[in-house]
């Protein structure tokens, strides 16, 4: 099946830093990436879409500046969390898919758990 | 976006039972698709299946079966003899339309031995 990888899988962090997270696709071209964020006991929810080449489309109210999303081979997105705060804590999931089209299966990475101090 | 609805917050039942997780969503499209994915304690999603609307027919592997029907706009999924690994969080999603992949907010399967 596809596999999707991220890394780190946990980081901490001091409130003000930057953190990067990277996720991959591992045996499979992604045409689309997914970027989520998850709360505990909570559902995901979808913070942009980056699309290979071409700038992230980012949900109502996920400011731009502060998740910085590059999706620069078919392989491998980044999320950037700029001056992270400690309501920035939260897991961090992506997803990839093969294709643009709706309904595509999007696979998933791990996950990683952001923790800032 | 249009809803999915997970009633289930959370359901426990004995290794052996069966136990169906129920997902309704609301739809103004005609084409959609429909997921389930598993979410064990380590976090990661785990793809079980993807429906589009136009198939209706009832899907069975291995223990899982899911039952979907438009009239109701339902898709619910159900474990034959649970075991403890089935034990998860559950999501069901639906993508159509204008919606991105939008999640329910899961059932916690807790499945003791």
Request: proline letters at 3%; a neutral charge; one cysteine or more.
């Given at each position: 099946?596809?596999?999707?990888?991220q890394?780190?899988?946990?980081?901490?962090?001091?409130?003000?830093?930057?953190?990067?997270?990277?996720?991959?696709?591992?045996?499979?071209?992604?045409?689309?990436?997914?970027?989520y964020?998850?709360?505990?006991?909570?559902?995901?929810?979808?913070?942009?879409?980056?699309?290979?080449?071409s700038?992230?489309?980012?949900?109502?109210?996920?400011?731009?500046d502060?998740?910085?999303?590059?999706?620069?081979?078919?392989?491998?997105?980044?999320?950037?969390?700029?001056?992270?705060?400690?309501?920035?804590?939260?897991?961090?999931?992506?997803?990839?898919?093969?294709?643009?089209?709706?309904?595509?299966?999007?696979?998933?990475?791990?996950?990683?758990?952001?923790?800032?101090? | 976006?249009?809803?999915?609805?997970?009633?289930?917050?959370?359901?426990?039942?004995?290794?052996?039972?069966?136990?169906?997780?129920?997902?309704?969503?609301?739809?103004r499209?005609?084409?959609?698709?429909?997921?389930?994915?598993?979410?064990?304690?380590?976090?990661?999603?785990?793809?079980?299946?993807?429906?589009?609307?136009?198939?209706?027919?009832?899907?069975?592997?291995?223990?899982?079966?899911?039952?979907?029907?438009?009239?109701?706009?339902?898709?619910?999924?159900?474990?034959?003899?649970?075991?403890?690994?089935?034990?998860?969080?559950?999501?069901?999603?639906?993508?159509?339309?204008a919606?991105?992949?939008?999640?329910?907010?899961?059932?916690?399967?807790i499945?003791?031995?």
């Amino acid at each position: 099946g596809a596999v999707v990888s991220q890394h780190p899988s946990r980081v901490i962090c001091k409130s003000g830093t930057s953190v990067k997270i990277e996720c991959r696709s591992l045996d499979f071209q992604a045409t689309t990436m997914f970027w989520y964020r998850q709360f505990p006991k909570k559902s995901l929810m979808l913070m942009a879409t980056s699309n290979e080449g071409s700038k992230a489309t980012y949900e109502q109210g996920v400011e731009k500046d502060k998740f910085l999303i590059n999706h620069a081979s078919l392989t491998l997105s980044t999320l950037t969390v700029t001056s992270a705060h400690p309501e920035d804590s939260s897991f961090y999931i992506c997803s990839a898919s093969g294709g643009q089209a709706i309904g595509d299966t999007q696979y998933f990475g791990p996950g990683t758990r952001l923790t800032v101090l | 976006a249009q809803k999915v609805t997970q009633a289930q917050t959370e359901i426990s039942v004995v290794e052996k039972e069966d136990v169906t997780l129920d997902c309704v969503y609301e739809t103004r499209d005609t084409t959609y698709y429909l997921f389930w994915y598993k979410q064990p304690p380590s976090g990661e999603l785990v793809f079980l299946i993807r429906r589009n609307s136009f198939d209706e027919q009832n899907e069975i592997s291995g223990r899982y079966s899911w039952n979907f029907q438009k009239s109701t706009s339902s898709f619910n999924f159900t474990i034959t003899a649970s075991q403890v690994v089935d034990s998860a969080v559950y999501f069901c999603a639906r993508e159509g339309g204008a919606d991105g992949l939008t999640f329910g907010k899961g059932t916690h399967l807790i499945i003791q031995p």
